[in-house]
């Protein structure tokens, strides 16, 4: 045996070679199908992310087109309503840099809007209806329609349909139960505080609800 | 000697109670006006039963339980309800809720209320009814309704009464030990006997109340009950601590004291019980440690529910000069309040007015050098400093595998900490943050359900009228075979029959006509011609140089694509318009109907809606047939309210034709609205603020100029939505004038 | 005045970052009064000029960082760090090997990683390290202790020391008089028992524990961490576990007292840097393990590091090295060691996902 191998010490080397990478091949090859892990298409993944106002701004018809657009090389930065968190997030879930927000797409806003339909201006055309990506406005043909606050995503797109425009984009109502301590400030923004009124402020109470009438800008 | 457990964690600030139990507890003339929030408790909202102006007399019900975790509130003296508006409430925001204002006419008239004589003849329903009735919540600041904890459906072995007290300054349970045990004993029996009887009645007690001690122990000979003192530490009074440190039993994550068969309850709670089952007296008032070198008096005072802090503070020598916070509740967990006028409510056991010295505003926070004094204190047993460290980066998940949900908020950590961080608040912040991604999670998941949800039953809808309208095609081929070869009208199927079907088939065409269908044949039109185009082209450059049968070749191309282009167009008309129509017309109709604007379209369905309608009528007068009569009849009059539709939509089109007429009807309005509003945001994105506001005026006066238009239209039709497209039309002309306004102050 | 919003809690223990700093360097003072006392006025200048260099640099780099330089300086971290360096470093070591390592302990190993509580590792130790590394002879020239100087004669006084520690004040003929540390002489123990290297060398013969002066030179800083244990300023997993693991490893390996012994638990614990390790450097917050089980497995293995290093390692003394390589661990031991929550089952992972 010893004696083959020093004789023929290429030989030997490739047969060494090869006899490894087969059982090491089949190894793998088993364990890629043994330990299969049938993982969330990436598709589905980018999709969780994103926001699901289906509000169109991106460019594609719903979030999911927008994933799937992600997921085959668009830009990730098109998706104003998830705002620089989905951004962020999604970068994460792809391992690439986050860039900004295209504000091509639209600017991201802090305060989440709802439509609502003056009721009693509404000609039932049902054009909003059928705008609606998400079924949230109830009414038939010549009936009044309405809005199911609970399920509307705020994606602007009946506002524009409507022809006796009824339809306006409201801020969510806040209450005490809404509200939330914020991040108390910076230790620099702390003594800045101090040395500028001579208290500390610990919290900024963001109380800037936005003076957003989202029906008036189009 | 009970075993009693120590306390994990926690810290000894300085207890600050023998100030305020220097007298009894006080009373307070009424005040010139009670502010009652209608949510004093966690669970839902209660149901109003009075209206502003509505006299009421003490003890009457203002609103009542709504639905299974819910309380009432009573009115705590007699007046008038002045009042139903929103109102500051105690609560960290300083934000406002529903109130109600109850101006006292000084008579202090009590409704007619009778207590239960003899508890133990009734059902423990009924007494927790009674409870449930008389708004009684947790008084410990908990708020949570006292009939549901109590109503808890597993077996009970231990009760615990909570009279640890042990946030310094506050001393409201420690005052009542003393001056009412007797129905605080009282209470508890009734706590036990609605809990059917438990085996151990455990009374936890910090050891720095003897007076509170001895005021109870005479009242406990011969019973089970136990009173069981401890070593003073806060947070020992928190549920979870306190019966860790009586049983030695830790509350399992997620769950329910009831789960390990314990039910705790503040003493004070038990003080509301025994009142209102004995007494029939609903919660009404609440004793509250007035307390904090602000004020003169430090003191207790049994205070009515909705009483104006004001008007404590006014009673109690209070100098705001001296005072940079109010505190409603104890230094450790209570919250600042920014208002004066907000009313004491149930869960308000004290407010504490301390001066700058007294409770110094903390200093800029160092950096965190991990020491671990936080850990120390924790009474949950968190690392603090990593959750601070997670909290300060926005790691959720982390966060949430440290257990930062298991936090108490309790704040001993930031007491101990020696950099002055604000621990809690990091806390309290990132679960804000958390629950609100939770939320938006749940939401945007729903969103996609509905989305995906009517994306599906469109493309059913789609799906079933294909195979419909495939059937009736089929239908009426089958049937105009058959009339060819049977001209003599001798068929199976009656002549009705065949002509309905033959018009339901050409309405369905022309109504359902499938938009895809239609597109994919303009795009094929729009191909071929392209195809054309590039042979002719191909046909120009090979003239100057090319053999004869190259030539020939790219003639036969050009041929053929011309062919194509013809056959293309051709099936196109044949979707669009019924076969009746003349055939020579269809091709320019259809050129016309893919270029014409949706006004344009619409003029033209109109009049061939109008002229069906006379074909129609025509074939009425000639019918003999009864049936066949009727059934025309109805057709006619089908076709006639599609006219009216039609006309309908023709108004509300808009009337100027777009510039591109790449917008056809074919695709839906949601579609548009995308590239409008894409446009728009592209438009916007490039644009200064000025320009942005230019944009918006112009384009509110393209609507504007749209919807008079409407208007006018409307009016000459004379039709019934005037009214709103008149409203319409101001609307958007307020909403003009205010831009340009805004443009205006933007240029100067 | 309006009156303020704050979250709670709105009542502050006494405690402050300040305070603790100043206990640490309050408890070296006894070890500090036996360095002296043993080695002379060295360990003194060393930590006078290494405090000036580090509050400096602190000062220079809140400067560039365009933060609050008395906020900063008001911590009194860079002195705890300076002092440490200075009790580390052999006595009468010259003026620039300190300012080498201050400087490099401030600026490179605290700062540059974010500053206060940002340092993955004690900065002390890099410094330590750094210069151990770079400039082996002035670092272990240590003086010998004072019985052993010839009989009439004392270790240099005040003025001489500074002549020696910076040589521009004229420093000609002085000369230290240095010898082997009880460690040193283990490692290069060749053929003797334990006993009768005890015997033969004054270092051992005249000292009761673990080597003249160096036993109470670890006395002094022993007391001082019970004081600091005392005042809670930390807790005592650490210390205890890396001294018994350091002591379990050394009764493991003594051999009997043969000559290839690698000395007693006695000598191993209180010679060298041990207790200054074991109560001023383990116990630094900001590096170590942050969970009480943690911080057991982080000082054990502190302790076995060192034993380890002493042993068969090519370095006498092996605290800094160990405790740097600890560093490292950190993270990942915290990770396993979270401590059970009320009402869990099982303490959970850190990076463990929901469900």
């Known amino acids: ?40 298409p990436i598709v589905e993944q980018i999709d969780k992310l994103l926001p699901q106002t289906q509000c169109g701004q991106c ?55 709802v439509a609502y339909i003056r009721e009693d201006e509404c000609i039932g055309c049902t054009k909003c209806i059928q705008a609606c990506p998400v079924d949230a406005i109830l009414g038939a043909a010549k009936l009044m329609h309405t809005v199911i606050v609970s399920e509307c995503t705020g994606c602007d797109l009946c506002v524009e349909p409507c022809p006796v425009d009824c339809i306006d984009m409201l801020p969510v109502a806040k209450g005490p139960g809404d509200w939330k301590w914020d991040m108390p400030a910076t230790t620099e923004e702390q003594i800045k505080n101090l040395h500028s009124h001579d208290i500390i402020a610990t919290d900024q109470n963001n109380n800037d609800n936005g003076k957003q009438d989202g029906g008036n800008a189009s | 000697m009970r075993k009693v457990w120590d306390l994990i964690g926690g810290v000894h600030p300085p207890e600050n109670k023998h100030q305020s139990v220097q007298s009894c507890i006080g009373t307070l003339p009424l005040p010139e006006k009670l502010i009652i929030p209608l949510n004093q408790h966690i669970g839902a909202p209660p149901k109003l039963l009075v209206a502003e102006g509505d006299s009421v007399l003490k003890g009457q019900v203002l609103a009542e339980p709504n639905g299974m975790v819910s309380a ?50 009734h059902s423990p329903e009924e007494l927790l009814d009674v409870i449930r009735q008389a708004g009684i919540v947790g008084l410990g600041g908990g708020g949570f309704p006292t009939a549901v904890k109590l109503g808890t459906q597993q077996s009970i072995s231990t009760l615990i009464i909570n009279s640890s007290e042990c946030e310094p300054y506050i001393t409201a349970d420690d005052m009542l030990i003393r001056e009412h045990a007797k129905d605080i004993v009282e209470g508890i029996k009734i706590l036990s006997f609605i809990l059917g009887e438990p085996e151990e009645i455990l009374i936890g007690i910090e050891d720095n109340k003897p007076e509170a001690y001895e005021a109870l122990e005479p009242y406990l000979q011969d019973t089970n009950i136990e009173l069981v003192e401890f070593t003073t530490r806060y947070p020992s009074g928190g549920e979870k601590q306190l019966i860790q440190i009586l049983t030695g039993k830790e509350v399992p994550n997620g769950g329910l004291p009831a789960d390990i068969g314990i039910v705790c309850q503040n003493i004070g709670t038990t003080y509301a019980v025994q009142r209102a089952i004995q007494q029939g007296e609903p919660l009404i008032s609440r ?21 104006p802090i004001s008007h404590l503070l006014e009673h109690s020598g209070f100098d705001q000069s001296k005072c940079p916070r109010l505190i409603m509740g104890g230094p450790m967990m209570g919250f600042t309040l920014e208002d004066l006028n907000i009313p004491v409510i149930k869960t308000t056991n ?24 936080c850990a120390e204190a924790c009474p949950a047993s968190l690392l603090p400093q990593q959750l601070f460290w997670h909290a300060q980066s926005h790691n959720y998940e982390h966060l949430e595998a440290h257990n930062l949900f298991d936090c108490i908020e309790c704040g001993a950590c930031s007491y101990v900490c020696p950099s002055n961080i604000p621990l809690v608040q990091y806390y309290r912040a990132a ?87 239609r597109a994919k044949l303009e795009r094929g039109i729009v191909r071929a011609e392209s195809h054309l185009e590039s042979v002719q082209k191909r046909l120009n450059t090979l003239e100057q140089d090319a053999t004869e049968k190259q030539r020939e070749q790219a003639l036969a191309a050009l041929e053929d694509a011309q062919l194509r282009l013809k056959d293309a167009q051709q099936k196109l008309a044949d979707l669009t318009l019924p076969s009746d129509t003349n055939v020579s017309n269809t091709e320019k109709t259809v050129m016309e109907k893919s270029q014409a604007s949706p006004r344009e379209a619409l003029e033209k369905k109109i009049a061939t809606l109008k002229e069906r309608i006379v074909i129609t009528l025509k074939k009425i007068a000639e019918a003999d047939d009864e049936s066949l009569k009727t059934a025309l009849q109805n057709g006619l009059e089908k076709q006639q309210t599609k006219l009216k539709d039609t006309e309908q939509q023709l108004a509300e089109t808009p009337a100027q034709t777009n510039e591109s007429t790449t917008t056809p009807e074919t695709e839906n309005a949601a579609a548009a609205a995308i590239a409008r509003a894409q446009a728009k945001a592209a438009d916007q994105a490039s644009m200064s603020d000025e320009d942005k506001l230019k944009a918006t005026v112009e384009s509110l006066q393209n609507r504007l100029i749209k919807a008079q238009e409407k208007l006018a239209s409307a009016e000459s039709e004379g039709s019934e939505h005037i009214d709103a497209f008149r409203s319409g039309v101001e609307k958007l002309q307020a909403k003009l004038t205010a831009a340009e306004a805004q443009l205006a102050q933007e240029t100067q | ?34 360095l002296t006392a043993f080695f002379g006025w060295g360990s003194l200048i060393n930590i006078v000029i290494a405090g000036i260099v580090a509050v400096g640099c602190e000062a220079a780099v809140m400067g560039l960082r365009k933060r609050p330089i008395m906020f900063y300086l008001g911590d009194y971290s860079a002195l705890v760090t300076a002092v440490l360096l200075g009790l580390a470093l052999p006595p009468l070591a010259p003026w620039w090997l300190i300012l080498v390592g201050t400087s490099f302990a401030i600026v490179i190993a605290k700062n540059l990683y974010g500053g206060l509580g940002y340092n993955p590792f004690n900065p002390a130790m890099v410094g330590y390290v750094v210069l151990l ?98 005042r809670k300023v930390f807790t005592w997993h650490a210390p205890v576990a890396m001294l018994g693991a350091l002591a379990l490893c050394s009764t493991l390996f003594y051999d009997g007292g043969s000559s290839s012994s690698h000395g007693s638990p006695l000598l191993h614990l209180f010679s060298g840097a041990t207790m200054l390790g074991a109560f001023f450097i383990v116990t630094d917050p900001v590096t170590s393990a942050t969970s009480n089980r943690g911080r057991l497995i982080y000082g054990a293995l502190i302790g076995i590091l060192i034993f380890i290093i002493r042993s068969w390692g090519n370095y006498p003394d092996a605290i800094a090295f160990a405790v740097l390589l600890m560093n490292f661990a950190a993270p990942l031991i915290d990770n396993y060691t979270l401590p059970r929550t009320y009402g869990h089952k099982k303490s959970r992972r850190a990076t463990e996902k929901k469900d």
């Open chain 1, 1 to 40: 045996m010893y004696d083959i191998i020093a004789q023929y010490p290429l030989s030997a080397a490739l047969v060494a070679l090869t006899g490894l990478s087969v059982v090491f091949g089949a190894v793998l090859g088993y364990a890629a199908i043994k330990f299969k892990v049938e993982g969330d």
């Open chain 1, 59 to 113: 460019g594609y018809p719903g979030c999911r087109p927008y994933a799937e657009a992600i997921a085959n090389g668009d830009t990730i930065n098109k998706c104003p309503p998830g705002g620089q968190t989905t951004i962020n997030a999604i970068a994460d879930l792809l391992d690439v840099e986050a860039p900004s927000l295209d504000e091509e797409h639209g600017e991201e806003s802090d305060v989440k809007t």
């Open chain 2, 72 to 121: 009432g509130i009573h009115a705590p003296t007699s007046g008038i309800i002045s009042e139903i508006s929103a109102h500051s409430i105690p609560h960290p925001s300083g934000m406002a809720a529903r109130c109600i204002t109850l101006v006292p006419d000084g008579h202090d008239r009590w409704a007619d209320i009778k207590g239960v004589e003899n508890y133990r003849e």
């Open chain 2, 287 to 307: 004793v509250t440690t007035v307390t904090g070198n602000a004020c003169e008096t430090n003191k207790n005072y049994l205070v009515l529910i909705g009483t």
């Open chain 2, 350 to 373: 004290c407010i504490l007015a301390p001066t700058g010295e007294e409770l110094p505003t903390p200093p800029p926070a160092q950096p965190c050098i991990r020491c671990g004094m």
């Open chain 2, 431 to 517: 679960k804000g943050e958390i629950r609100k991604l939770s939320l938006e999670k749940i939401n945007s998941d729903r969103a996609r359900e509905r989305f995906e949800f009517q994306k599906t039953r469109k493309e059913k809808e789609e799906a079933g009228k294909a195979v419909k309208r495939e059937a009736r095609k089929k239908a009426a081929e089958q049937a105009r075979a058959k009339k060819a070869n049977n001209p003599s009208g001798n068929t199976e199927t009656s002549p009705a029959d065949d002509i309905i079907k033959a018009a339901m088939a050409r309405a369905e065409a022309q109504k359902a006509s499938p938009q895809e269908q």
């Open chain 3, 1 to 34: 005045m309006a009156l303020l919003k704050l979250t709670s809690p709105h009542a502050h223990g006494t405690q402050n970052t300040a305070n603790v700093m100043q206990l640490v360097l309050l408890a070296t003072i006894p070890g500090l009064l036996a």
């Open chain 3, 133 to 230: 590394i770079s400039f082996p002879v002035q670092m272990t020239a240590w003086p010998a202790p004072l019985p052993l100087y010839p009989d009439g004669e004392s270790f240099p006084g005040l003025w001489q020391s500074l002549q020696m520690v910076l040589p521009f004040l004229h420093a000609e003929g002085i000369d230290a008089f240095t010898a082997a540390t009880p460690l040193d002489t283990f490692k290069h123990n060749t053929g003797f028992l334990v006993d009768q290297l005890y015997q033969k060398d004054p270092l051992y013969s005249r000292a009761s524990l673990a080597g003249v002066g160096w036993e109470w030179v670890n006395l002094g800083f022993l007391a001082g961490g019970c004081f600091l244990l005392y």
